[in-house]
């Protein structure tokens, strides 16, 4: 079985641009949640989609977005870049979003603002 | 609010020797809790998990006991290898009905020949 796969895999961005980063679950699972990993502040939730229905938010200003389709997919888009946004972005996929289920993680996505 | 306190790292240690990774939380109800791991240049992958108080998870000669009393869920090794330098994550699961991953800061190892 597939794991998770995320692309672009690096990119790089100047400031006040916006990018899409794109996930695509294991097959079968319908829910994926997206983290923001920096050497600051560690890993942090940014949303969680089941059934292309944003169910759970974390901390994050309102230009980190996302939407789930019909097959699972998921996007991420974070507009207006800043310098702080450099990160790896994480995305996890999992059967049905319950509390006892694993999450499978993808490799991540490197973003590097400049 | 829910939170993960691990260790902070580094810790180095020789090959064969024993691993302590201290996890502690704060939680309201009954969540599930999960040991983590970042190789380099990677994402994180599940190493045990435990979902109910005293239980034990285990993987790769790796253990960690759920404990309630203490709120804690510590990893240990008994004989560490070069190949497990790594980061490692200390999750846990809210068991309220929201399904968030809270993580701690990670704590990284690094085993000498």
């Known amino acids: 079985k597939a794991g998770v796969t995320q692309t672009p895999r690096y990119l790089i961005k100047t400031r006040g641009q916006q990018v899409t980063l794109s996930c695509s679950p294991i097959s079968g699972h319908r829910s994926v949640s997206w983290y923001q990993q920096t050497p600051g502040q560690g890993l942090q939730f940014l949303f969680e989609?089941?059934?292309?229905?944003?169910?759970n938010k974390g901390n994050f200003p309102g230009r980190f977005s996302g939407r789930q389709f019909s097959n699972s997919r998921s996007e991420m888009n974070v507009s207006t870049l800043e310098l702080g946004d450099s990160a790896l972005y994480l995305c996890?996929?999992?059967?049905?979003?319950?509390?006892?289920?694993?999450?499978?993680f993808g490799p991540g996505t490197r973003l590097l603002v400049l | 609010g829910n939170s993960v306190t691990q260790m902070e790292g580094p810790v180095t240690l020789s090959e064969e020797a024993f691993l302590t990774i201290n996890c502690t939380y704060t939680a309201t109800g009954y969540p599930s809790l999960f040991w983590y791991v970042q190789y380099p240049g990677e994402g994180l992958q599940l190493l045990l998990k435990a979902t109910k108080a005293d239980d034990k998870g285990s993987n790769k000669g790796f253990e960690a006991t759920y404990r309630k009393e203490t709120t804690s869920f510590h990893l240990e090794k008994g004989s560490v290898q070069v190949s497990d330098s790594a980061v490692y994550f200390c999750?846990?699961?809210?068991?309220?009905?929201?399904?968030?991953?809270?993580f701690g800061t990670g704590t990284r190892l690094k085993v000498l020949a």
């Open positions: 989609y089941f059934s292309e229905t944003q169910r």
């Open positions: 999750a846990l699961s809210d068991g309220s009905g929201t399904y968030k991953y809270i």
């Open positions: 996890a996929s999992s059967l049905a979003g319950v509390s006892m289920e694993t999450q499978y």
